[in-house]
């Protein structure tokens, strides 16, 4: 079983940058695959970007390419995700998943966190 916590979000202008984290309490989190997904009011919930297990391979969403970087330290059992030139398209609530593989599919993470609101104004 796998806990996420998720931090970070916040109002930013336009151009600006913010730095998300998901924390995770459980054992297997080294060995999930990772994902962050975004939701904005009256839209489906959308892939951000996947990384492995080990973070070798990451998979990114086009809207988000340049500009926003995944990353995860399994030691301290945290995920983080580096958003910089932020738009206002970007607005939506954070999420952060787990799975046991990386997929641009909801449906491939079992577990989920409560989310973090991110507003980028401009």
């Known amino acids: 079983q796998v806990q996420l916590v998720e931090s970070g979000g916040g109002l930013v202008q336009v151009g600006g940058s913010l730095r998300l984290s998901c924390a995770a309490s459980g054992r297997t989190f080294s060995t999930s695959a990772m994902g962050w997904f975004r939701q904005a009011p009256g839209k489906e919930r959308e892939f951000v970007v996947g990384?492995?297990?080990?973070?070798?391979?990451?998979y990114y969403a086009d809207s988000v390419k340049g500009r926003f970087t995944i990353s995860r330290d399994n030691a301290k059992n945290t995920m983080y995700l580096q958003m910089n030139s932020l738009k206002p398209e970007d607005t939506a609530v954070y999420y952060c998943?787990?799975?046991?593989?990386?997929?641009?599919?909801?449906?491939?993470?079992?577990?989920w966190g409560q989310g973090t609101q991110v507003t980028v104004s401009s």
């Open positions: 990384i492995s297990w080990s973070g070798v391979t990451t």
């Open positions: 998943a787990a799975g046991p593989r990386a997929s641009y599919s909801t449906a491939t993470y079992a577990h």
